[in-house]
Nanobody, 125 residues
Framework: QLQLVESGGGLVQPGGSLRLSCAVS????????IAWFRQAPGKDREGVSC????????NYADSEKGRFTISRDNAKNTVVLQMNKLEPEDTGIYYC??????????????????WGQGTQVTVSS
């Protein structure tokens, strides 16, 4: 059974950085497209960034472009979301999710079957 475990969240001041990790177990990471989603308080879950096994990357929010970087290490079965210059609007629960590599990236959470438990990111002074 595929399992995803997020880590790296926390409280950070505006302008700070966090490095979120998604550890995948149960199956080889190179079989899956992995995406990060965020759910801000009172809002729907939204796509943040996604990486396919081919290395193709999609970033879904203009506000994150240039500030967030997604990467994957298939040997370590880990996907990382590096977040820099964080803003209060980045606050939320961040989830990683997986779908079969036959499917490309998508900003919609509907196509992702397997999810982690989420990690809280709070950006506040």
């Amino acid at each position: 059974q595929l399992q995803l475990v997020e880590s790296g969240g926390g409280l950070v001041q505006p302008g700070g950085s966090l490095r979120l990790s998604c550890a995948v177990s149960g199956f080889s990471l190179d079989l899956y497209t992995i995406a990060w989603f965020r759910q801000a308080p009172g809002k729907d879950r939204e796509g943040v960034s996604c990486i396919h096994t081919s290395g193709v990357i999609r970033n879904y929010a203009d506000s994150e472009k240039g500030r967030f970087t997604i990467s994957r290490d298939n040997a370590k079965n880990t996907v990382v979301l590096q977040m820099n210059k964080l803003e209060p609007e980045d606050t939320g629960i961040y989830y990683c999710a997986a779908r079969n590599q036959l499917y490309g990236c998508s900003p919609s959470d509907a196509g992702f079957r397997d999810w982690g438990q989420g990690t809280q990111v709070t950006v506040s002074s």
